[in-house]
């Protein structure tokens, strides 16, 4: 337990991705099975503790501790699951705590009368920072920042298998993972599970370069898709169960059943989630008001309908076509649909075009008539190959938009940036005001950065904590994908993926945008 | 008992000095030299002589009118009052001020800790009619480890990571000299690199009889050679420019609050180290049942919970408000 402990409070307080890594590399490697599986199962959210609710801790606690001194102090600290491990008054027990096996175990044989004995004993067992990762995993409330995809990393890093290979026998596991580690550990061949029923690494595309590829390629090789403006999902149906994976491989089928409880017949599929009434996608705010939550809101499943726009088929039942070249799949795909009337799952069609030029001029309308993040070009006889191979799958996305736009304030960034002023919020005329748009911390060079941090502390006007307000003088070209209506910002505007261009240097801040500026770019969406 | 013969701005009201006072006084008691209890521009200061040798550094020969040196544990007669500074255990020179006037007797703690400190004189108990206590740490979430398993991570990090330099964000008068004498005492003998504001204060200490061992300025190291050394500094530098001239630093800071995790987290401290110069809750509680005090004012902190518990315990008690500064980014022990 001591060394899990520790693992975790350095996958809290660090906030370097290598570091979280190279935590859990360590950990992976000296920990003993089965210990290192059940910390992988509570670091990935697969492990859970029915019978251990916060507010159940706290009445363990509310049985030594004062009520009223327990609400100031939970007032103070903010956290419930923080403030039991940190009040909790008797300490000084002389064994250590079980192993992670042991506690797991000790969990789940114990009955619900009987739990809050048996965690107050192992709190006072503890030392301050057990006493905190014992609350904090067995509620499961973690919020430590490592997500399943990282913890994946960190195994493909201890044992050198690429990660598309664990993520591949991932979902057919159950805890403790003993016959991950001991493949991982090269004791063993890979496990062999339901091919049909787990995720299967997705197929990526490479951004075009209109220079250099287009002229070498030869449009008559090449279907275009629109480029959906959601998020791209596996949806896996097989033997009357339907499960619905984000690129990473999370599985996030609860948060969409009103997708997943639609789906009729078996194909592993890959597409694009969207919301929307009548396969007409909103923005992607509103997608966004139903994503990284455990379930769906009733009101969100009314005002948000989820609905896949289906690009490619992986698996035809239970058969695997990803050898297939595209038009083989395309077609196996249309036959499917054919046979399977769905009401959630639409096809994406197909753009008809002769040659590039033509096909840009599509593009440019789409993104301005229709807010089309771009297109898609996939080779016609391209199999289905995990990963980002070249030459096979490309994105064209339409030209950013950019807009002149007034540093406002700056804030220091984090990690290796923490001693730099590295976000910056920038600003567009409102009359003789200026009113924020948006934040974007990269986009410039390590060079720039130094110029800006410096530039920033020879114009504060002011500080407010970690954020300095500066004089309005420095514009920046902003570039953005799109933007939005928005209550959050004082101008009413929210820009989708900002990013600082250029620095302008050289413009005055009264030749900046102004509000009425960024209309044209609210009504293309 | 009878009227206190102090009033809630901590005046002793029979000679009309002041303890503490944010405002500058004709007469002022200091209990410590940190910057919200010792101030500059008082007529007359009364204080320990270690403390009054902290303020001259801090302020200035003449940030004073005129300094009386009052050892510890020495009666002073002050027309009816009688003054004794006792130790508070919180830095070098920090004081209670107990004092007894017509058989009343009253203590202002100042800050305190109880656990021992080579770098302050050990606290030592006072009883009395009326305590006026200290409550920074009030509150029962507030449970300090001991301070020697704390710098036992500190070194463990420091083991495991030897191409970083750790850089112990601490408060330069008190913290930072314990930091190190911790260190020393848990067999650290390296050299110890210390920022431009930790500097003179730790020679004070030191010239005051306190060793703390091989103590180098950052400035004059190059980057490759802090590898694997431990590092000094005011917890405003460990993110500000000055902490680029060290090589990948793991960012430490020692102080009580380091507790609430969250709290370290958005500080951005990897390392928290729970060392404080101030009683937690048991010892505060501890401390109030020990004076036998039938009254207790709350000051400094967070008053309410500790005020509940000494109303719980049949003791009259109140809270104090008194002006003390806040300061901005990083709250001052």
């Known amino acids: 337990m001591r060394a899990f402990a520790a693992l975790m409070e350095t996958l809290v307080l660090t906030p370097s991705r290598n570091r979280k890594l190279e935590a859990m590399v360590e950990y992976f490697r000296s920990t003993p099975d089965p210990d290192r599986g059940l910390g992988l199962a509570i670091l990935t959210g697969a492990l859970t503790f029915k019978n251990v609710k916060p507010a159940g801790l706290r009445d363990i606690v509310l049985d030594e501790v004062d009520p009223h001194l327990f609400a100031l102090s939970y007032d103070y600290v903010g956290d419930l699951g923080e403030t039991i491990a940190l009040i909790w008054p008797h300490h000084g027990g002389t064994e250590p ?105 997705l197929m990526l595309s490479n951004p075009i ?27 896996i149906a097989a033997r009357g169960k339907v499960s619905l994976f984000s690129r990473t491989g999370d599985d996030i089928a609860d948060a969409f059943p009103d997708v997943t409880g639609a789906v009729f017949g078996d194909a592993v599929l890959d597409g694009e989630l969207l919301v929307g009434q009548e396969f007409d996608p909103a923005p992607f705010n509103d997608l966004q008001q139903r994503l990284n939550r455990k379930t769906a809101l009733g009101k969100h499943l009314t005002a948000y309908p989820g609905f896949i726009r289906v690009y490619d088929m992986l698996f035809d039942g239970s058969e695997d076509i990803r050898a297939l070249p595209w038009t083989e799949r395309r077609a196996r795909l249309e036959t499917w649909f054919a046979n399977n009337p769905q009401t959630r799952l639409d096809l994406s069609p197909i753009v008809q075009f002769d040659g590039w030029d033509q096909l840009a001029e599509i593009r440019r309308k789409g993104a301005a008539e229709h807010g089309h993040e771009g297109v898609m070009l996939k080779l016609r006889s391209s ?19 950019v807009v002149d736009a007034i540093l406002m304030y700056a804030q220091r960034g984090h990690g290796k940036r923490s001693s730099f002023y590295s976000d910056y919020t920038f600003g567009v005329w409102k009359g003789n005001e200026i009113v924020p748009i948006g934040k974007a911390y990269f986009g410039f060079t390590d060079e720039e950065l130094k110029q800006l941090d410096k530039w920033v502390r020879n114009n504060t006007v ?21 933007a939005q209506q928005s209550t959050r910002h004082k101008s009413g505007v929210a820009l989708r993926f900002p990013r600082i261009n250029r620095i302008r240097w050289d413009k005055p801040a009264t030749e900046a945008a102004t509000l009425d500026d960024m209309q044209v770019f609210l009504s293309a969406t | 008992m009878a009227a206190p013969f102090l009033d809630r701005d901590l005046r002793v009201i029979p000679i009309d000095a002041y303890i503490d006072p944010p405002q500058p006084r004709a007469r002022a008691i200091i209990t410590h030299g940190h910057a919200d209890h010792a101030r500059s521009g008082h007529g007359a200061v009364l204080a320990t002589p270690d403390t009054i040798a902290i303020m001259k550094v801090r302020y200035g020969e003449d940030c004073a009118g005129q300094f009386q040196a009052l050892e510890f544990n020495t009666p002073l007669v002050v027309d009816d009052v009688t003054i004794t500074l006792v130790p508070a255990g919180h830095i070098l020179g920090s004081a209670q001020v107990v004092m007894e006037h017509r058989g009343q007797r009253i203590v202002v703690t100042g800050d305190y800790k109880r656990l021992p400190d080579r770098t302050a004189q050990t606290f030592e108990l006072a009883e009395c009619d009326l305590l006026v206590t200290e409550a920074t740490f009030g509150l029962p979430v507030f449970q300090h480890p001991k301070p020697l398993d704390e710098i036992g991570r500190l070194l463990r990090s420091v083991e495991t990571f030897p191409e970083r330099s750790h850089v112990i964000g601490s408060y330069a ?24 504001a930790m500097i003179r204060l730790c020679e004070l200490y030191v010239e005051r009889g306190i060793p703390l061992g091989d103590l180098r300025p950052s400035l004059e190291v190059s980057k490759d050679d802090l590898k694997g050394q431990i590092i000094i500094a005011p917890p405003s530098a460990i993110k500000d420019r000055w902490s680029r001239r060290l090589p990948d630093p793991v960012l430490a800071v020692a102080s009580g609050w380091m507790s609430v995790k969250q709290r370290a987290k958005q500080g951005g401290v990897e390392l928290p180290l729970i060392i404080s110069d101030h009683a937690d809750w048991n010892e505060l509680r501890q401390t109030i049942a020990d004076t036998r005090a039938s009254k207790v004012w709350v000051t400094h902190g967070r008053e309410d919970a500790l005020v509940y518990h000494c109303q719980q315990q049949g003791l009259e008690a109140e809270p104090l408000r008194i002006e003390a500064y806040e300061d901005g980014e990083e709250e001052v022990e």
């Open chain 1, 383 to 401: 199999v289905y190959v995990p990963g980002r191979p070249k030459g096979l799958w490309y994105k064209w996305k339409r030209d950013p938009n």
């Open chain 2, 173 to 196: 008068l008190g913290k930072a000299q314990r930091v190190i004498a911790l260190l020393r005492d848990a067999g650290w003998d390296a050299p110890i690199y210390l920022h431009g």
């Open chain 1, 462 to 482: 002011a500080s407010f904590g970690p954020v300095r307000e500066v004089n309005k003088e420095l514009v920046f070209e902003v570039a953005f994908d799109s």
């Open chain 1, 97 to 201: 705590l079980p192993s992670l096996s042991d506690l797991v175990e000790l969990f789940n044989m114990t009955s619900k009368a009987e739990l809050p004995r048996l965690i107050g004993s192992l709190l006072t067992r503890a030392t301050i920072n057990e006493r905190w990762a014992l609350v904090k995993f067995a509620t499961g409330a973690l919020r430590i920042g490592v997500s399943a995809r990282l913890a994946k990393t960190a195994l493909a890093e201890m044992s050198g298998k690429p990660v598309q290979e664990i993520e591949e026998v991932w979902n057919g596991l159950t805890v403790p993972y003993t016959e991950l580690f001991d493949w991982l550990d090269g004791r063993t061949e890979r496990p062999d599970i339901d091919h049909a029923s787990r995720f299967h690494p």
């Open chain 1, 209 to 235: 370069d209109e220079e250099k590829d287009l002229e070498k390629l030869d449009p008559k090789d090449f279907v275009a898709e629109w480029k959906w403006d959601g998020i791209r999902v596996q949806l």
